[in-house]
């Protein structure tokens, strides 16, 4: 028991993650992967001390503070964690500080190691400015997503940027889409996945695509021109903003990191403070939905008055400041009062 929340105050705990102190950080990120059935509670005590010190801080106060979240998405082995690893070490040369969470769904199924942890290896432990982390157990949130959410929380308060790593193509890219404020999808040359899942309308089109692999040669190329025809038409017939950049890397041998890291903040700098304020809101209300229906199901909805209820009331919570779990923990505390 060490290792949690207990053996600290909440408010402790939140300075020395503010200070990027790593032992907070990993006991903070232990918790939420913890399945003790308080240790949800105590994550929710922590976020939201985290939120009223980050409001009230020097220096961290203002919207200079607000950072930006990116999720990298993509079908495993395209190389998103090779890719991840060279573009923090980019950001890290550009003097930016970095937070990495790898979220991988599978790796619980499988109950196998995550994927990419040689190419995770390849971080300077020593370095002060990053921290790199998977989560590979659901804990008492019930699910990967969820969990996300709160490790992304802990990483932003501490670094400049903060980089989700997750699998996934099609409709599960939409969780890190809750969390992220630019969210990349990378693909691989020649699979032709995504440009299916793009005509067939299945996916929602991401921020940016990233064609890696790129020394692969012109597989790389072909599936870019194919990727910004589809784009462009897709745009035609109102999908999508038009704009949305197709960019070629080679994790391998480091080519494009500079470009990619450009069209990132150009991508955060399109958003603005009031855009990046409007989609963070409309994650965390979309986050507390799910996480709501999730635990309490339909019976439980409806028990609340439905669907639209549930939503009316936690839109109002989190319009009033309350962080998205504790607002969650209060409609399900709610229905369990009514049942006894
Ligand atoms: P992930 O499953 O998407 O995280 O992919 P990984 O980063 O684990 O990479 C999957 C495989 O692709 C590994 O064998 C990598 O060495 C390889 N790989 C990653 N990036 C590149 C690249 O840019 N070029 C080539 N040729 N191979 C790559």
Not at 270 to 281: C, K, W
């Amino acid at each position: 028991m060490s290792a949690d929340l207990r053996t600290n105050t909440v408010s402790e705990l939140s300075r020395g993650i503010r200070a990027r102190d790593k032992t907070s950080i990993a006991r903070a990120l232990n918790t939420i992967e913890n399945r003790r059935s308080d240790a949800e509670r105590e994550v929710a005590a922590l976020l939201t001390v985290l939120a009223e010190d980050l409001a009230q801080g020097p220096g961290q106060a203002g919207k200079a503070a607000l950072g930006h979240r990116i999720g990298i998405t993509g079908p495993p082995g395209v190389g998103k964690s090779s890719l991840v690893a060279v573009l923090a070490r980019t950001l890290r040369e550009q003097g930016r500080t970095v937070g990495v969470v790898a979220v991988d769904p599978s790796s619980m199924r499988s109950g196998g190691a995550l994927l990419g942890d040689r190419a995770r290896m390849a971080f300077d432990p020593q370095d002060q400015g990053l921290f790199v982390r998977s989560l590979a157990t659901q804990g008492v949130f019930g699910g990967l997503a969820h969990a996300a959410y709160a490790a992304v929380e802990v990483l932003a308060a501490a670094y400049d940027l903060v980089l989700i790593e997750t699998v996934g193509v099609g409709q599960t890219e939409t969780a890190v889409a809750h969390v992220a404020d630019t969210v990349a999808l990378v693909v691989q040359p020649g699979s032709g996945d995504v440009l299916q899942f793009l005509k067939a309308g299945v996916m929602e089109i991401p921020d940016l695509l990233i064609v890696n692999k790129l020394d692969q040669g012109k597989t790389a190329s072909q599936a870019a021109s194919d990727l910004r025809v589809a784009l462009s038409t897709l745009h035609q017939i109102g999908a999508g903003q038009g704009d949305t950049q197709v960019l070629l890397t080679s994790a391998r041998d480091r080519i494009g990191f500079e470009e990619l890291a450009h069209a990132l903040h150009d991508h955060r700098m399109q958003l603005g403070n009031e855009g990046i304020l409007a989609r963070r809101s409309a994650g965390r209300l979309a986050w507390a939905i799910d996480f709501v229906t999730r635990r309490i199901g339909s019976v439980g909805l409806d028990t609340l008055g439905g669907g639209a209820a549930v939503h009316a009331e936690l839109a109002l919570a989190l319009a009033a400041g309350v962080s998205p779990l504790t607002a969650a923990h209060s409609l399900v505390d709610h229905l369990l009062v009514r049942r006894r």
